[in-house]
């Protein structure tokens, strides 16, 4: 009788920015790759939360661990202020020290206030910049710098809108955001990264009201709202080699929500 000697492959690591809440799609993301193999980690920032409608949720970042460990992942959580543009850097530091080097970057963090064209204030826009558009590509440069994974592995993805009626810096943040990340399609096509844009449309994570939720409903073909899961297994398949010749895009994972 032989004894087998060989090691399960080693798992490759997604950087997941924006895993609050237990409900997000931050988080459903999360769970659905470390499903898939991967070990995960994942940035927060609870003053976000606690600023927003639906508050800070107590014991979020422990729950998130303990639904990615019973995968099989090995994860870690940072804190992450990302209107300040050193954090980028210090985010990929403590991974790479605790995780060790990145696969692929999928970017869920995002400021959103609704404001419209008269009532947004300098203040709100430039944040919404800082966060949902800088921040967005001093990782993207980061992740760029430091990738070492086999040619053809890495991956970049973000999550955009195209919303900007009454929520004019989030919708103008994001297509900013759009344009930085589908140039790393280019820019780092040497390196074997693919880069992709995806669009999940409204997906009530708790912030939608029953007026909204009607408004979507009566939108969209399939005659349910978006949820976490379904953004999840789009990024599920980018990430997998099967996604590989997909690069470049913005997608509609959104039911048909017109």
Request: hydrophobic share 40%; with cysteine.
């Amino acid at each position: 009788m032989t004894m087998s000697t060989d090691h399960p492959p080693a798992r490759p690591l997604a950087l997941i920015t924006g895993v609050g809440r237990t409900v997000g799609i931050g988080a459903g993301i999360a769970r659905r790759l470390a499903a898939s193999g991967w070990d995960i980690a994942f940035t927060y920032w609870t003053p976000y939360d606690e600023r927003m409608s639906w508050g800070r949720e107590p014991g979020a970042t422990g729950a998130i661990t303990d639904a990615l460990t019973q995968h099989g992942a090995a994860t870690t959580a940072v804190e992450a202020d990302l209107s300040d543009p050193d954090t980028p850097a210090r985010v990929f530091d403590e991974v790479e020290r605790g995780l060790g080097g990145i696969t692929a970057l999928v970017m869920c963090h995002c400021e959103s206030v609704d404001s419209g064209l008269l009532d947004t204030t300098v203040e709100s826009f430039d944040r919404h910049f800082a966060v949902n558009a800088r921040a967005t590509w001093l990782l993207i440069r980061e992740y760029g710098r430091r990738f070492a994974a086999a040619p053809g592995s890495g991956r970049i993805i973000a999550l955009t809108s195209d919303h900007t009626v009454g929520n004019l810096p989030y919708g103008a943040s994001k297509g900013a955001l759009d344009r930085i990340t589908l140039a790393a399609a280019h820019e780092f096509a040497g390196l074997g990264i693919t880069a992709n844009v995806i669009n999940p449309g409204p997906v009530d994570t708790g912030w939608m009201t029953e007026e909204g939720r009607s408004h979507v409903l009566r939108r969209t073909p399939l005659n349910r709202l978006g949820t976490p899961q379904d953004t999840a297994h789009l990024v599920d398949f980018l990430c997998s080699p099967q996604g590989q010749w997909i690069n470049g895009q913005l997608l509609l994972s959104n039911g048909g929500f017109a």
